[in-house]
């Protein structure tokens, strides 16, 4: 059995969180590089420019790239021959988390649902994290941590289709989603598409689809001609950079479904949406 | 498309000459408030209590920054998304506010207002937070401090790059923009 130090996964997190609030990662760099040349719009050109000078600045100064710099997301994959010692690992993640966020000088963004009142005396400075466990074989353990704002979060839907709407109906209810969120979420987005499992494991899956690096494909190669399709028919939509009108509406669209099998149950289709900004502040590591 | 550089408080004639797309760089001072600083402030005003600072001519930025650094003015400071304000705005409109500063769409009311009373909604570059922050010079809280990020500042900007969405003729960028670019 390996051990790994409490302290070595709080500071783990705590850094983890620091870097990619005040670093935008390369892939998201490149797909904005990308969408500045293709941009044929003026406005939305301009808009991308001050993107790119915004995470140059953001890395110099090591500054929030955005000031909502999100509830924090966990995806924690534990190996079977790895223990923590002096302390659990939820603790250690929390205590990372609120390490992170205050000594980060990001913003705490979690509060009470009904009073709205801010958790960080209550509960802990932008505690508490959402986390996602999930036991595998090995004596690794691997954290993705994304900070995920409100604004595009606000706008993410979730459904269960009929079976005979297929991908059409898919594609439909994605195109609604985006359609309808218009400027909101701060485009241009990545789009999550979790599809399959139950109808809260879709919303679970969409959420991690997101964490995929820009530019890479999904290993089905129906499923990854079907992102290439949807990115195809969103990117029609006109509504550009922060939108203010132009060809880059998304940068990409990650779909991820219920392994193994691609499974659903026999009368349900459940499609989640989550959307994200174009302040994608994703991270992995291994300890 | 045309460029502007203007300074706050912005009077009619500023804010009649602006149409949807056009780029204006802001100086001068402008006051930051949210959702919770918008409800006190209506509140006030139904009251016909003193609000804390001059609406008339006023630009209000939709912002919660992240806290300073020591030694910093103010954090990251990109806009927040602009709807959670418009069950409030007409009122601070018709009261003298000129201009508003966020990001995303607005409703009818809102529209209205902005042509009647002759105000505009400008958007700022939301996930620029950093990029913003070097454009605001001194930050200072004047009001309701408990509210921590949403506490109403008074910023002093200068050349704060902002984009005219709603004018005073009612016309909506993200409207025309992407009708201009959506393809069939």
Redesign the interface.
């Known amino acids: 059995m390996r051990v790994v130090r409490y302290e070595t996964v709080v500071n783990s997190i705590k850094d983890m969180i620091v870097y990619s609030t005040t670093h935008l990662s390369e892939d998201m760099l490149e797909a904005l590089k990308k969408a500045y040349e293709e941009e044929e719009s003026e406005v939305s050109k301009a808009v991308l420019s001050q993107l790119l000078e915004n995470a140059d600045i953001a890395a110099k100064e090591t500054k929030p790239l955005c000031q909502d710099t999100g509830l924090a997301i966990f995806f924690v994959k534990i190996g079977e021959d790895v223990k923590i010692e002096g302390g659990s690992l939820k603790d250690a993640i929390y205590e990372g988390t609120e390490k992170g966020y205050k000594e980060g000088f990001l913003r705490a963004s979690t509060c009470d649902c009904f009073t709205r009142e801010n958790l960080k005396e209550k509960i802990g400075y932008n505690l508490p994290p959402v986390i996602y466990f999930d036991l595998v074989p090995g004596d690794k353990i691997e954290i993705e941590y994304a900070a995920k704002g409100g604004g595009s979060e606000n706008v993410s839907r979730a459904t269960v289709l009929a079976p005979a709407q297929g991908k059409d109906g898919i594609k439909e209810f994605v195109k609604k989603v985006i359609s309808d969120a218009g400027p909101n979420p701060c485009p241009p987005l990545v789009v999550g598409v979790g599809i399959g499992g139950s109808f809260d494991y879709a919303a679970v899956m969409s959420k991690h689809a997101l964490f995929r690096s820009i530019g890479t494909k999904n290993p089905d190669p129906e499923l990854a001609a079907f992102e290439e399709e949807i990115k195809d028919e969103l990117n029609k939509l006109g509504i550009g950079a922060m939108g203010m009108g132009g060809t880059q509406t998304v940068l990409a669209v990650h779909i991820e479904t219920f392994q193994p099998g691609r499974m659903c149950h026999i009368a349900s289709l459940p499609v989640s949406v989550n959307v994200q900004c174009h302040s994608s502040r994703h991270s992995h590591i291994t300890i | 498309?045309a460029e502007y550089r203007l300074k706050t408080p912005l009077k009619e004639e500023d804010v009649t000459k602006l149409k949807a797309?056009d780029?204006v760089y802001l100086s001068g001072i402008i006051y930051t408030a949210r959702d919770?600083a918008h409800k006190k402030l209506v509140e006030l005003i139904q009251n016909n209590k003193p609000l804390p600072f001059d609406l008339k001519g006023s630009v209000i930025y939709y912002?919660?920054?992240?806290?300073?650094?020591p030694g910093e003015v103010i954090?990251?400071?990109?806009p927040?998304?602009s709807?959670r304000m418009d069950s409030y705005a007409p009122t601070l409109i018709e009261h003298g506010q000129k201009g508003m500063i966020g990001?995303?769409?607005r409703n009818e009311a809102v529209k209205d207002s902005c042509k009647k009373h002759k105000a505009v909604y400008f958007?700022a570059?939301?996930?620029?937070?950093?990029?913003?922050?070097?454009r605001i010079k001194d930050a200072k809280v004047i009001a309701y401090p408990e509210l921590?990020?949403e506490a109403i500042r008074e910023i002093v900007v200068e050349d704060f790059?902002v984009?005219v969405?709603n004018d005073t003729y009612g016309n909506d960028?993200?409207q025309?923009?992407?009708?201009?670019?959506?393809?069939?």
């Open positions: 498309m797309g780029i919770a912002v919660g920054p992240t806290p300073p650094k954090g990251s400071a990109g927040t998304t709807y990001k995303g769409k958007g570059v939301g996930g620029a937070g950093a990029l913003l922050a070097q921590g990020p790059p984009v969405v960028l993200y025309e923009g992407r009708k201009k670019w959506e393809k069939n």
